[in-house]
């Protein structure tokens, strides 16, 4: 019985199921006439792999954009309070410092491992305060970075869209596979009735593999690739 296509499955192991079958079907004079009809199973495939490929990079180029700007803000943020910290006196208990830095948090090294979103939202917070030299020397890189951050988080969010749609592509891919193997086997079905072949003949044109690895351990990583054999 033809197997499954699961959209689980790496895409090697994908594409090995339909490398076979084609060259099976060639190799054999009574069912060489349907290799047409394996025509367009290997484009299927390609269509899944660009639309995975294209949300990999999306969430690549926003984990990139999220690290860069995190870090720049963070050291922006460590510059400012370096010298805030000094035009207060060293006080961590003064109402400057304590004007920045509220809500348990005292220094500058534990502000700047919150959270992202929240470290984003106060130094935006900070950007509201007016007449205070030291910010103001610090403003343009705080409003730069805090900007950049924001951005790049919305970016994250985004990406969630992306990984959807090549979800959804991949399942389509490997339901219309499925079907098509199917009709595939359904057709030798009928043949091997026909010219009185042994009832085994159909299961020829299909790889058999160990259902754990036809699925594979994880989607677009390396996949198992186990001999073709006959039940």
Known sequence: MAAQIDPKMTFDDMESEIIYTPAALEADPDARDLVPT??????????????????????????????????????????????LLLAAD??????????????GV???????????????RR??????????????????????WSSATDSALAA????????????????RVAEDL???RDGLEAALVQRAAERGLARSWPALFFRTMP???RRGTAPDGPGADPEPGTP
């Open 178 to 180: 499925t079907r098509a």
């Open 38 to 83: 394996t025509a367009g199973w290997m484009a299927l495939i390609d269509e899944a792999r660009a639309a995975s490929r294209l949300s990999r990079e999306a969430v690549a180029r926003s984990d990139a954009r999220r690290r860069v700007s995190n870090g720049r803000l963070d050291a922006s943020c460590t510059s400012f309070g370096d010298e």
């Open 211 to 213: 259902a754990p690895a």
């Open 123 to 144: 130094v935006k917070g900070w950007l509201d305060v007016t007449g205070d030299a030291v910010l103001d020397r610090h403003r343009a890189a705080l409003t730069e």
């Open 106 to 120: 005292s220094t500058m090294s534990v502000f700047v491992k919150l959270p992202l979103a929240e470290q984003v």
């Open 90 to 103: 060293k006080d961590r208990k003064s109402a400057r410092w304590r004007l920045f830095l509220q809500g």
């Open 156 to 171: 994250t969010t985004a990406t969630a869209g992306a990984r959807g749609a090549a979800a959804v592509v991949r399942e």
